[in-house]
């Protein structure tokens, strides 16, 4: 049974958000050290790190014989860096121009991401 389009689709969207979202760290480090918080060590190697980690999983979705290994690693990197999100609603002068509310409803946006990482490297057909 052939894979329809749209998770074709959906996969490559996927593929292509997680590349250019680790791509800006590199393109943009400092807004990423300014979003890390306090408590976590070695804030410039894991800024750049956890770009490497968005590419290679971007990357590794579109590849077949890694797809669904590549899914749950991009599921782990979704989860990993959710603290920096949450610490950018805890501390409103990491992103002062930025009303609390849209801070707020910024953070389920990652349960999104996560549900898409998983609905486009989930095995087709279904078990």
Same mark, same amino acid.
């Not at 899914?71 to 782990?76: E, N, S």
């Not at 990491?94 to 121009?97: C, F, H, L, R, S």
């Given at each position: 049974m052939? +894979?329809?389009t749209p998770?074709?689709?959906g996969?490559? $969207?996927?593929?292509?958000?997680?590349?250019?979202? !680790?791509?800006?760290?590199?393109v943009n480090?400092? &807004?990423?050290?300014?979003?890390?918080?306090?408590?976590?060590?070695?804030h410039? #190697?894991?800024?750049?790190?956890?770009?490497?980690?968005?590419i290679v999983? !971007?990357? !590794?979705?579109?590849?077949p014989?890694?797809?669904? +290994?590549a899914?749950? &690693?991009?599921? $782990?990197v979704?989860? $990993?860096? &959710? #603290?920096?999100?949450?610490w950018?609603?805890?501390?409103?002068s990491?992103?002062?121009?930025v009303?609390?509310?849209?801070?707020?409803a910024?953070?389920?946006?990652?349960?999104?991401f996560v549900?898409? $990482?998983?609905?486009?490297?989930r095995p087709? #057909? #279904?078990p």
């Open positions: 052939s +894979e329809p998770r074709r689709l996969r490559l $969207a996927f593929a292509a958000f997680m590349v250019l979202a !680790g791509t800006n760290h590199f480090p400092d &807004f990423y050290l300014r979003i890390m918080p306090p408590w976590l060590p070695w410039g #190697p894991l800024v750049l790190w956890s770009g490497v980690a968005e999983a !971007g990357v !590794g979705v579109l590849v014989g890694i797809r669904r +290994e899914g749950w &690693f991009a599921i $782990a979704l989860l $990993a860096v &959710f #603290p920096a999100n949450v950018m609603v805890v501390d409103p990491i992103w002062p121009e009303s609390t509310w849209a801070r707020w910024r953070l389920p946006f990652q349960a999104i549900w898409w $990482a998983w609905a486009v490297t087709y #057909p #279904p």
